[in-house]
């Protein structure tokens, strides 16, 4: 089987290259080790909220309608689930950590309710947690791509469910994360879907007590799809270049805001004591 660049490396790649090597670039035959990290608090409200959604959607394709009140249990016990499997925290908030994972499984709770209430009547859905395989052109590329959809709706629009401690902004789904559902779409129905809608659940603020609900939604035109093969040309154009040994991976593709990225912080990045690139924040 040929290397597979799934959907999550694309966005991971963007929030920290250095990290994304660390982790994954072994994968790519781009590093020597693989650093194992476990998910934050965050991502792990994320996956339960998912878990919740993923399973309204699947009783609703065979006609059951899953009240509330269990969404809220199957949050719950994912969250558990994936605290027990391990979870980063960083020193500076484990006198607090109780309070910051009781916090956690609150919000996803919340998540749950919220986009069971706000989209869970108005999405009628025709297909949920579609897995895909693109295979590319093999004299241009030395990997595929791979990824999951979470909803194609009866009229045709593809959903991507996300959770934020933040209101999105308003291009939220204009991603190469798009691009890539875009493309799995075609490959299945022989067409573009007319628009990718990116589901929010979110809280404004980190003072919000209650989450809001809203949709980011995209057409799919030349301007998401193009840049997204310039990207992966790109990436191919690196990936080859470190594994001749001519690049550095660690150095390859700097993002521009390494420096100042809300993950380069110790209470985010469990790599920063293995990093040269750490920015020195503890926040
Ligand atoms: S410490 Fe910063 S630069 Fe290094 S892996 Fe973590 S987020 Fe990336």
Known sequence: MRIQLHQSDLSSQEICWQSWIMTRGMAFDMWDVKES??????????TATHKAIERFYGDKMVGKELPPGEAKEIAEAAFREALDRGYYISEEDTPEEQDIIA???????????????????????????????????????????????????AM????????????????????????????????????????????????????SSEPKADQ????????????????????????KACVSGALNPLYAAPPPDRIFSWKCTKKHCPLWNKCEFWSGRAK
């Open 103 to 153: 916090d956690g499984m609150t919000r996803a709770e919340k998540f749950t309710a919220m986009y069971i209430k706000s989209f869970g009547n108005i999405i009628v859905p025709e297909a949920v947690e579609q897995d895909f395989v693109i295979m590319l052109d093999e004299s241009e590329f030395g990997f595929d791509l791979t990824g999951r959809i979470d909803l194609i709706d």
């Open 216 to 239: 980011r939604m995209t057409e799919v035109d030349d301007l998401l799809i193009n840049p997204f093969y310039a990207r992966l040309k790109q990436f191919e154009a690196i990936r």
């Open 156 to 207: 045709g629009i593809l959903h991507d469910s996300k959770t934020s401690g933040a209101t999105p902004p308003k291009h939220a789904a204009r991603t190469y994360q798009s691009a890539l559902y875009a493309e799995a779409f075609k490959l299945q129905y022989g067409k573009y879907p007319e628009h990718i809608s990116y589901d929010y659940v979110y809280f404004p603020s980190a003072k």
């Open 37 to 46: 990290v476990a998910p934050g608090i965050k991502a792990i409200t994320g």
